[in-house]
């Protein structure tokens, strides 16, 4: 059973920066990535990592988060800049694995960001 971990979160001022992390237990993932989800809306992608380092981020967060992965692919970082009130969200770390012909997604528990001054 794979078991996402995350840690990092917290309240920050506006232009603050957080760096969250996401332990996975097990390996052979194909891509891991980060969501959130604010009061009221919709889960919604944050960034996400490929197993060959390919990245993606949507506009809001492009060139302000920057994702990253260990070597030995089973940890998934998100390094946060310039965070705006429009940040806070609860963040949830996701891991996705191919089994046979299907694919898996794995979530962690969530952490809290609040960016409020």
């Known amino acids: 059973q794979v078991q996402l971990v995350e840690s990092g979160g917290g309240l920050v001022q506006p232009g603050g920066s957080l760096r969250l992390s996401c332990a996975a237990s097990?390996?052979?993932?194909?891509?891991m990535g980060w969501y959130r989800q604010a009061p009221g809306k919709q889960r919604e992608l944050v960034a996400t990592?490929?197993?060959?380092?390919?990245?993606n981020y949507p506009d809001s967060v492009k060139g302000r988060f920057t994702i990253s992965r260990d070597s030995a692919e089973n940890a998934v970082y998100l390094q946060m800049n310039s965070l705006k009130p429009e940040d806070t969200a609860v963040y949830y770390c996701?891991?996705?694995?191919?089994?046979?012909?299907?694919?898996?997604?794995?979530w962690g528990q969530g952490t809290q960001v609040t960016v409020s001054s």
């Open positions: 097990g390996s052979g993932f194909i891509a």
């Open positions: 996701n891991a996705r694995k191919i089994t046979g012909m299907s694919i898996s997604d794995y």
């Open positions: 990592i490929t197993r060959g380092s390919h990245t």
